[in-house]
């Protein structure tokens, strides 16, 4: 999709750590086969123009980079949750939200 960074090998995962050091990153895992993911993705993108103006925005398949979510869940010292958004800000986690309360508003008042 328009907007989002592909997020599906290790090198991809070292390119948003990295770009955390800079600006923000808004993180969001995404499971093919839940429909409360669709619906947090849905959402998400409804707002991705004006969430790109402010951060550097990755989508994680979790169905094909399962072992890709857990490197992020392990090393951000998080639970893993589906759908999740994450925000990094100099390669730390200062934001997560899950299922029902991933919304574009407050992804925004996390990054300000």
């Known amino acids: ?3 989002w960074n592909a997020l599906s090998t290790n090198e991809d995962w070292n390119d948003a ?8 990153v808004v993180l969001l895992k995404h499971s093919t086969r839940c429909s409360i ?12 123009e ?3 103006k ?3 925005c ?3 398949d979790l169905i094909a980079y399962r072992d890709i979510s857990n490197t992020i869940a392990s090393a951000m010292d998080i639970k893993h949750e589906s759908p ?3 925000v990094l800000k100099n390669r730390a986690c200062i934001y997560t939200s899950s299922h029902y309360d991933i919304r574009p508003s407050t992804i925004l008042k996390s990054i300000e």
Do not use: C, H, T, W
């Open 1 to 3: 999709m328009s907007g």
């Open 17 to 24: 750590l990295s770009a955390s050091e800079k600006g923000p």
């Open 37 to 48: 993911s669709s619906m947090a993705l849905n959402r998400v993108e409804q707002s991705l």
């Open 50 to 52: 004006d969430l790109s």
């Open 54 to 56: 402010v951060a550097s």
């Open 58 to 60: 990755y989508l994680l």
């Open 84 to 86: 999740q958004v994450l």
